[in-house]
């Protein structure tokens, strides 16, 4: 598993509307500056978050954006696989049947791919966005800057 840097500016501008959960909308200029994201790319990582269901826009004055679900119900993984595509490390990795490859059912390494799968999955599958903002808070209450890069 990659992850680009539009799955990085995704998850800072799900960070940062996560903090801003039910509290307003945040508009696109703030959102590229605690992201440090450039506007044009932030523009086409927020369209892409909005078909995913992630995020929607409030038009106007006073528009922004804001999370359409809870921070609790939006995982890592969740983000992942609808930016990145599957997390599986290789092809054959949770299937009963792969004819693409004649080592198949013999291949030593597959277990070791099922394994790393596994836990990559039980990782990134359990983090939710409340827990990232909850991991934020803890830092400002400690006094320390907090930064969120891949």
Not at 3 to 22: G, Q
Not at 121 to 139: G, I, M, N, Q
Request: charged residues 30%; aromatic residues 10%; hydrophobic residues 40%.
């Amino acid at each position: 598993m990659k992850i680009s840097y539009k799955c990085d500016y995704a998850f800072k501008t799900l960070i940062e509307l996560a903090l801003n959960y039910n509290k307003g909308v945040v508009s696109i200029q703030e959102l590229a500056r605690k992201g440090d994201i450039p506007d044009k790319f932030l523009e086409q990582i927020l369209l892409l978050l909005k078909k995913g269901g992630f995020v929607d826009s409030k038009r106007g004055m006073s528009g922004g954006y804001f999370l359409t679900k809870a921070p609790e119900s939006i995982t890592v993984g969740d983000v992942i696989r609808f930016i990145e595509g599957p997390i599986e490390p290789i092809a054959c990795v949770g299937k009963k049947d792969y004819g693409e490859c004649k080592d198949f059912k013999s291949c030593i390494l597959r277990d070791v791919w099922n394994q790393v799968y596994a836990v990559t999955s039980l990782v990134v599958d359990t983090v939710t966005f409340a827990e990232l903002v909850r991991r934020v808070e803890a830092k400002r209450k400690q006094g320390k800057e907090y930064t969120y890069h891949i």
